[in-house]
């Protein structure tokens, strides 16, 4: 656990370092109480990869769409021309995240990933959305 959380750190330590943004955590604005994570993975310059993960009991109370639209605001603010995020095609509800920041469902990528938490060792496949900026 202890290599995995210093790995993690030296990780998103080297992305702040290479690129103009990169992870996030999501905390509760009155605790400070951790729920899950967001971010930019950048591609290229001009392209990067976004997505959330929220702690399930914090599911359905907006903090996943909250945390997607302050991570368009940075993409944006940093001049991103692209960003897009995968998700599970039985999850509607991040569907609905995804849609509600103004990203359009692009494809199905088939046999794509694998969710250890769903099917472990079996790839899956997955939805791709995507934002476009001017």
Not at 47 to 71: K, M, S
Not at 99 to 119: D, V
């Amino acid at each position: 656990m202890i290599e995995d959380t210093v790995a993690f750190v030296e990780f998103s330590d080297a992305e702040w370092e290479r690129w103009p943004a990169g992870p996030y955590l999501i905390e509760l604005r009155e605790r400070g109480t951790l729920l899950g994570g967001t971010g930019l993975a950048f591609e290229t310059r001009h392209r990067a990869a976004t997505g959330y993960v929220v702690a399930r009991d914090a599911w359905g109370h907006g903090y996943a769409t909250e945390a997607l639209q302050a991570v368009v605001k940075i993409a944006e603010g940093v001049s991103l021309q692209r960003i897009h995020a995968l998700c599970h095609p039985e999850h509607a509800a991040s569907w609905r995240v995804l849609e509600k920041c103004g990203f359009t469902r692009e494809a199905t990528l088939r046999r794509y990933s694998e969710f250890p938490n769903l099917r472990p060792g079996e790839s899956s496949d997955v939805l791709c959305y995507a934002r476009t900026f001017c």
